[in-house]
């Protein structure tokens, strides 16, 4: 009865500021939903992110100075997720600590993002007939408002713009996607977690050789879970008309960390590229001038995931490496050898985003044992898992499209249904929280 009441509520502030019937396949819906859903999160999750829409549409008016409207955007990521970094100046701040211990809203990274990516694109005209309505529908687009992927506006915005009917051969492959979301998710991703996080959480009281397994687990946990919202999102996306970039495309497969990270959130990867790296210069330049904006692009990513000395480290070694790359310019042989490397090292470097304690550092380096680290479990798993990742070409977006189109859509249709619900009644109604989330 009060969900009736709020929803009936909701309906009619919609049609009080439209002045007209309100009509959910339009691009305020789309963002009004997103923003209803903060409101539930309560009133300082909603106020960041319409403090972020409130400065992208004053710039739209305006169109003058850019770096002031970029630090505005920035400035509620930088209070709720980099503020502590003055709690050493002032200990006893009690607005510092406010923020410091108030959760990241979910969804404020990507959203920030993506506001960024349109100031600049009003800075350069990009689009004619901008309004207020058109940029909630883009920042606050409900499928892929909390971890992405992140969308350019010059890919977003048209097809706002001119939103189709919704089909339901869309709805029927969107449905498809999203349920193999949820399996990737639930079924996959949760189930890594169910084993490592016990080992993860009293490190004192595990074996070397278990948290190896741990660390090779939570690179594939990482790629499940991020990769499986993706699918979800893009697969709401798809039934109501509108399409999502691919955000994975066989990452474990790279061939190089080079490779990795156009393979990888590859919409992230974009948004460096494009705003980052080649602001900087990119690689038309000098090669110690090029070398050193990589260096750069990947310390913004590493500090883009969260504040601290491991996110810092993380980021600073992908750079390292692909710098490396490029300057040696070693070509193996073999395929096989060069995805076996870069898949050693992605997991080596995923660690970081899970053992981020110096004191839990210096545990598994006082635990280091030659024997354990070349024991069969350790070999096992990680043979396990590198063999598995093959089966990731499969879960591109197109690889989707086209299994579906070979299965029997009516059937299909059901027995996703059926998945989902096994998928909720197995979670008891709730799952682990998205990885992406703390990022």
Known sequence: MIFSSLKFLIFWIFNLFLGKKFKFNTPLAFGAIGLIFYSFQGIINFSALFFVFLIS??????????????????????????????????????????????????????????????????KQRVFKNLDYKKIIGYLFFFPQLIAGPI???????????????????????????????????ILVADSI????DPIFKDLEKNSFKDILVSIILFSQQIFFDFNGYTLMAIGIALSLGIKLPENFNAPYLATSVSDFWRRWHITLSNWIRDYIYIPLGGSKCSNIKNYTNILIAMIVSGIWHGYGIAFILWGFFHGIIIVGEKFFNINLDYKILKIFLTYLTVTILWSFFRINSIDDWLIIINKF??????????????????????????????????????????????????????????????????IYFNF
Do not use: D, R, W
């Open 57 to 122: 549409y004053i710039y739209l008016l305006l169109n003058k100075y850019l770096i002031i409207f970029i630090l505005l955007a920035l400035l509620p990521l930088f209070l709720f997720k980099y503020l502590s970094i003055l709690t050493f100046l002032i200990p006893n701040s009690e607005i510092i600590n406010f923020f410091v211990n108030h959760p990241i809203p979910p969804g404020l990274s990507f959203t920030t993002f993506s506001a960024i990516a349109l100031l600049i694109s009003i």
């Open 151 to 185: 969308v350019m506006p010059n890919y977003l915005i048209p097809q706002l713009s001119s939103l189709p009917k919704i089909y339901l051969k869309n709805f029927q492959l969107g449905f498809f996607i999203f349920t193999i979301g949820i399996i990737l998710k």
């Open 193 to 196: 977690s169910e084993y490592i």
């Open 369 to 434: 044992n030659f024997i354990e680290f070349l024991s069969i479990k350790v070999f096992f798993i990680f043979f396990l898992t590198f063999i598995l990742n093959f089966l990731q070409k499969f879960l591109t977006i197109k690889s989707l499209e086209i299994i579906y189109k070979k299965l029997n859509s009516t059937i299909t249709v059901n027995v996703s249904i059926l998945i989902v619900l096994f998928c909720i009644i197995l979670s008891s109604g709730s799952s682990q929280k998205f």
